[in-house]
């Protein structure tokens, strides 16, 4: 293939993609270049595919907002369905801290079952001894 009918399939797949994205464009990639590091370049494929996932958290948003019985949204039902996206720091710290409380939690319940073990090992092998001396009465009877 040569170099022409790649910029032409490009041309033609950027074409294609800016009719069915759901923002401006040109809105996208500014916003894009204003958060990013004035050295970093954006691909054409990066700016159709931030623009298709901005237009998938607005459906996500809506679709939260339509299991709400009211006809009006109101800004309080809007926080409520994009609390997910405004505040994830806050949701992976949350997850964070209960991922250690469920370490300390299994470390708590492995040295109780360590403790256990211990404490009635004694009986255990007794219970065991027992058992053995039984099995080997019914043996000895049924020969």
Do not use: W
């Amino acid at each position: 293939m040569s170099e022409e009918e790649i910029i032409e399939q490009t041309e033609e797949y950027t074409d294609e993609e800016e009719e069915k994205l759901p923002f401006a464009k040109a809105e996208v990639v500014r916003l894009m270049k204003e958060n990013l590091d004035d050295d970093k370049m954006i691909r054409e494929r990066v700016k159709v595919e931030m623009n298709k996932f901005l237009g998938e958290v607005l459906k996500n948003v809506c679709k939260q907002l339509n299991e709400y019985p009211y006809t009006t949204i109101e800004y309080e039902m809007l926080k409520e369905s994009t609390y997910p996206y405004t505040n994830i720091e806050r949701i992976n710290q949350e997850k964070e801290r209960i991922l250690l409380h469920l370490e300390a939690i299994k470390a708590d319940c492995n040295a109780l079952a360590m403790d256990v073990q211990k404490t009635l090992k004694l009986k255990d092998v007794m219970e065991e001894d027992t058992f053995a001396d039984f099995s080997a009465d019914d043996e000895e009877e049924e020969e």
